[in-house]
């Protein structure tokens, strides 16, 4: 047994260590590894403790073995596939809910705590927290980390994070928020000092693992509703979003072209094939009777100011050009996707993991997901399907969401992979072709910049004094550059 092994194992128990290649193989891909690409990690752990990921952070700094951590492993980018051998941290059996604090509005959770797990129990005491459309089994802190992330709760407070706990190589334990005084506890992102847990945001894992951390909770209010307008156009669809968001008659909202909203119906069904209406060689215009695509607002609070934003926001989406569907016509036009929009932002409980539609693995999400301020997302919308048409191959389409308020929109038009792995293999490595020079000249034509980080290494370097402080910190947090160096950002 070498060193590092036996370092390892005195820490874990060996059902929570291993180095079986059987049980590696399961953590060498994710839905962004090219067919015949995958890459396994010599290691895999399992904490359960804080005081057990500070053990394995020093070992690691000490044996300068890179570290991965991975909390429900279901993002999409190859974030936390191990490229260079090194030890994946799994900290899915760190899933305890510490504690949900209704009068200071947090809950304290462990990175192996997934959205599902979340929603369900802050719905008992009529709580919500921040939910993405990521799938229910993903972590509730990692998505988070990944910012920008939640559509619930743009209303009010788009940055769910409050405090963490990190274990970094080069300074141990910190904790930032409130929580880095003693005693006084998780319920504050910012007190008298500079904010660090914003650091320790989009880090993907460079600079330590984060072992626990608190996040903002809402009250549900009396009522919810689901209000769903149809445009034939996306500048209108993008005027209305921006404008009942900005007036704060809605909480969140979220634009869907035809193809995803067949594809929601899809998702909840037991189907396995792509419709023949969604492979069809125009895929700007939708089917006969099919509108274009479909805003849903979520609106909440006391019923009678619901009953009054509800009006409004119909007013608004009339004056733009949309028409209100009632739940009948939207039943009508498009019966599963009223029942995804419905329960989702609705009920505010992310579908089980598990009871989704295995379609969902053809959808590449990693397509062209950029963020673009609200005056160029229609000029972008139009520049992606001319692009598409060149490129991509049926079916393709996009979603879009202001955040911040409407200060900013994300724009994701994304693409099916079907067909043989080799065929699958031959069209990814097309599309990861186009994105890295997509990436750039978006952001020259649109100032629209790349949504999460994609493994593109001279991103840090087109940003100046900015790149070099951060450099400076990964210096000082993780000096021998052992935090996923796979991800490529330092
Ligand atoms: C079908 C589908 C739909 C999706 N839709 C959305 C969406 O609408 N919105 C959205 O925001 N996302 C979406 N995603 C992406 C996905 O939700 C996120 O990637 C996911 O929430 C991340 O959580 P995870 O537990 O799977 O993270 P992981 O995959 O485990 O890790 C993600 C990154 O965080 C780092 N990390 C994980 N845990 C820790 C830790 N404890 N300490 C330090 N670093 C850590 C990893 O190293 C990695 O870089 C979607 C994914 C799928 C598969």
Not at 242 to 249: A, H, P
Not at 250 to 266: C, I, K, P, R, Y
Not at 359 to 363: D, H, N, P, V
Not at 389 to 416: D, G, I, T, W
């Given at each position: 047994m070498n060193e590092l092994k036996r370092a390892l194992f005195s820490v874990f128990p060996s059902d929570r260590v291993s180095d079986d290649p059987a049980i590696l193989a399961g953590y060498s891909a994710d839905s962004a590894t090219l067919p015949g690409s995958a890459t396994a990690p010599s290691y895999v752990?399992?904490?359960?403790?804080?005081?057990?990921?500070?053990?394995?952070?020093?070992?690691?700094?000490?044996?300068?073995?890179?570290?991965?951590p991975m909390s429900r492993g279901s993002n999409i980018a190859g974030m936390s596939v191990s490229v260079q051998g090194g030890i994946v941290v799994d900290c899915r059996m760190m899933n305890h809910i510490l504690e949900i604090n209704t009068e200071s509005g947090y809950a304290l959770i462990e990175p192996g705590v997934t959205l599902h797990q979340l929603s369900s129990a802050l719905q008992k005491k009529r709580f919500f927290c921040h939910l993405p459309t990521a799938t229910g089994g993903?972590?509730?802190?990692?998505?988070?980390?990944?910012?920008?992330?939640?559509?619930?709760?743009?209303?009010?407070?788009?940055?769910?994070?409050?405090?963490?706990?990190?274990?970094?190589?080069?300074?141990?334990?910190?904790?930032?928020?409130?929580?880095?005084?003693?005693?006084?506890?998780?319920?504050?992102?910012?007190?008298?000092?500079?904010?660090?847990?914003?650091?320790?945001?989009?880090?993907?894992?460079?600079l330590g693992v984060v072992s626990k951390g608190s996040v903002k909770i809402f009250d549900r209010g009396e009522t919810d509703k689901v209000l769903l307008v149809s445009f034939d156009e996306f500048s209108q669809a993008a005027e209305y979003?921006?404008?009942?968001?900005?007036?704060?008659?809605?909480?969140?909202?979220?634009?869907?072209?035809?193809?995803?909203?067949?594809?929601?119906?899809?998702?909840?069904?037991?189907?396995?094939?792509?419709?023949e209406a969604m492979l069809k060689e125009d895929q700007k215009s939708p089917p006969p009777g099919v509108p274009f695509g479909i805003a849903s607002a979520r609106l909440s609070g006391y019923e009678d100011v619901v009953q009054v934003q509800e009006e409004r926001c119909i007013r608004i989406a009339n004056e733009l050009g949309g028409e209100h569907l009632d739940d009948q016509k939207a039943r009508e036009i498009h019966p599963g996707c009223y029942n995804y929009l419905n329960g989702y932002f609705g009920k505010g409980v992310h579908i089980k993991p598990g009871e989704e539609s295995q379609?969902?693995?053809?959808?590449h999400l990693s397509g062209c997901l950029v963020t673009v301020q609200p005056e160029n997302v229609a000029k972008l919308e139009a520049y992606m399907?001319?692009?598409?048409?060149?490129?991509?191959?049926?079916?393709?389409?996009?979603?879009?969401?202001?955040?911040?308020?409407?200060?900013?929109?994300?724009?994701?038009?994304?693409?099916?992979?079907?067909?043989?792995?080799?065929?699958?293999?031959?069209?990814?490595?097309?599309i990861k072709g186009i994105y890295h020079q997509l990436y750039t000249d978006l952001r020259n034509k649109f100032g629209a910049v790349m949504f999460r980080f994609r493994k593109y290494p001279e991103f840090l370097s087109y940003t100046g004094g900015y790149g070099d402080l951060l450099k400076d910190i990964k210096k000082s947090v993780d000096p021998h550059n052992i935090m996923n160096p796979g991800m490529l950002i330092f």
């Open positions: 752990v399992l904490p359960k403790t804080t005081d057990e990921i500070v053990h394995l952070v020093q070992i690691a700094h000490r044996s300068r073995i890179p570290l991965v993903s972590s509730a802190l990692a998505n988070y980390m990944m910012r920008p992330s939640g559509n619930f709760s743009a209303r009010w407070d788009p940055d769910p994070l409050l405090s963490l706990e990190v274990v970094t190589p080069g300074q141990g334990v910190v904790r930032t928020g409130s929580a880095c005084f003693e005693n006084v506890g998780w319920r504050a992102r910012y007190q008298c000092l500079p904010d660090l847990t914003g650091l320790f945001a989009n880090s993907f894992g460079t979003m921006k404008l009942i968001v900005r007036r704060q008659l809605a909480e969140s909202v979220t634009f869907w072209s035809w193809g995803w909203n067949l594809f929601h119906e899809m998702t909840l069904s037991k189907e396995t094939r792509i419709p379609i969902r693995a053809g959808l399907w001319d692009l598409a048409r060149r490129e991509f191959e049926p079916p393709y389409f996009f979603r879009a969401l202001p955040y911040s308020h409407a200060r900013e929109f994300f724009f994701a038009f994304v693409v099916y992979v079907q067909g043989s792995l080799e065929e699958r293999r031959d069209y990814l490595t097309h």
